[in-house]
């Protein structure tokens, strides 16, 4: 099938082995091969404190073991910024200071690197659970003009919002006491961000034109919804599909992604609906398990997925294997439902599904361009998530750093339910189904915004395990 114009076909890897290497969280061995930078990646990043590394938390000994990391394992390395420690007042302003600046034409600048609290990067990709208030909104879309609605788009079950009735759809009035229009003309969503348990934030919202309420919401750490919807629909012609919306690629995905797998199969579906449009990404394995219930025996020993890492470490280059899962469906096709957030380890399951062989009929916006990943490692309470490797596919496409664009160019409806009749995501794949081409009232494609850190429900992410 045709490539997307956006991507890169790297022939050196074109032919990698067949039957690949599965990653698991128990695969430890590329941690190994990299030393002290993938020691804490294996185990979750959360409390992996190497002996051979410094052993105080002072600002000259995290800036010497932040060097070290970088010029061994970061996938820039030999085009990267060498300058000393010094001028620098801490970890973060030097790391700042090392990121790749784009000087390589291969490769755009390092935007994706970052750094977190340890116990945090544990909470989410090791417990499934977050921290805050559990509210969404559709900021990014709006471009800084504050004339626009701003409007709920996602609330996470058993949040905080989700206790306090809050609703995607509903039209926020107010943030912390700041005008809506305040906030996006100031495109600072930073208020909707918990630090702690216990912070409260005053919310303004109205529903479908009427007055005003108002809430306040208390942070609280609640375990992840990361599989949103399951069902299975008739279309208009008669053709029967399944529907699944996967949020967060994390392990905690795969006991209700089989469940609904399992469904799908014994209804007998002949087409799949895979919403990833809030999908930021997270593990590489389960991604691959997800991409093995689409493809089944498809992809059977073909790679999902090949990590490149830097020259350095080019022996660690490891092939990840398509699962293969009892429910798979076997399909030569699937709709993926996807935007700008859709980004990392969901636009991985793109990738991979082309790679071997899969129509993969994109619905929605372009998604965020992130053919790169993480093998992150803590020091001193922060976890550094920086630039490990690049991921090609079967045939050596990657570097997607453009984004995947849409089949099918359809503007998201935030005020009707996700996966309703309504949906102009559901109905533009559904319609697709049923007539083989893109609806007719499809709209022109949108451009990605770069992603950034401070509208929440974006987790962004590649990690190896």
């Known amino acids: 099938m045709p490539q997307d114009p956006n991507t890169h076909r790297d022939t050196r890897y074109a032919r990698p082995s067949a039957l690949g290497i599965v990653l698991s969280r128990a695969a430890c061995g590329l941690a190994a091969a990299l030393a002290g930078l993938l020691l804490a990646g294996c185990g979750g990043g959360g409390s992996s404190e190497s002996a051979s590394l410094p052993q105080t938390c002072s600002a000259t000994d995290q800036k010497a073991w932040l060097a070290s990391t970088m010029d061994d394992g970061y996938f820039w390395t030999a085009s990267s910024p060498k300058v000393g420690p010094e001028p620098y007042a801490d970890a973060l302003a030097y790391l700042k200071a090392l990121l790749y ?31 805050g208030y559990g509210l969404a909104v559709a900021g990014l879309e709006l471009s800084k003009d504050g004339s626009k609605p701003l409007y709920v788009r996602h609330v996470d079950p058993g949040s905080p919002a989700a206790l306090a009735g809050i609703q995607r759809g509903d039209r926020v009035m107010q943030i912390a006491g700041r005008a809506a229009s305040e906030v996006i003309a100031a495109d600072d969503f930073t208020a909707l961000t918990a630090t702690a348990p216990g912070q409260t934030l005053a919310l303004s919202t109205s529903r479908a034109g009427g007055a005003p309420s108002s809430s306040l919401l208390s942070a609280a750490s609640y375990s992840l919804t990361p599989v949103t919807g399951t069902t299975v629909l008739l279309s208009p012609g008669g053709r029967k599909l399944g529907y699944i919306a996967v949020k967060d690629m994390i392990s905690q995905a795969l006991a209700p992604a089989d ?41 059977a020993g073909l790679n999902y997925a090949t990590l490149l890492f830097n020259d350095k470490h080019s022996a660690s280059n490891t092939h990840v294997a398509f699962a293969v899962p009892g429910a798979a469906l076997n399909l030569p096709r699937v709709f993926v439902l996807m935007g700008r957030r859709t980004c990392s380890a969901s636009e991985q399951v793109i990738n991979g599904l082309r790679g071997a062989g899969l129509n ?44 995947f664009a849409p089949t099918c160019a ?28 893109c609806p007719a009232a499809s709209s022109s494609p949108v451009l990605p915004a770069t992603l950034r850190n401070d509208e929440p429900g974006e987790r962004r992410g590649m990690f190896a395990r």
């Open 410 to 437: 359809v503007a998201e409806d935030f005020t009707v339910a996700q996966a309703s009749a309504a949906d102009p995501l559901m109905a533009a794949a559904v319609g697709y189904a049923d007539a083989g081409s």
């Open 101 to 131: 600046t784009g000087s390589d034409s291969r490769f755009p600048a390092d935007r994706w690197s970052y750094t977190q609290a340890s116990d945090a990067y544990s909470r989410f990709f090791t417990d499934g659970m977050t921290l």
């Open 259 to 299: 469940a609904a797998f399992a469904q799908f199969k014994a209804a007998g579906v002949s087409d799949l609906m895979l919403d990833l449009r809030y999908n930021g990404g997270g593990l590489v394995s389960t991604g691959a398990t997800l991409a093995g219930y689409v493809a089944g025996s498809r992809g």
């Open 360 to 403: 993969v009929v994109a619905i929605g916006e372009t998604s965020c361009g992130k053919p790169v990943g993480f093998q992150p490692t803590s020091y001193c309470g922060t976890t550094y998530s920086l630039v490990n490797f690049e991921s090609v596919n079967q045939v050596g496409t990657g570097r997607y750093f453009n984004g």
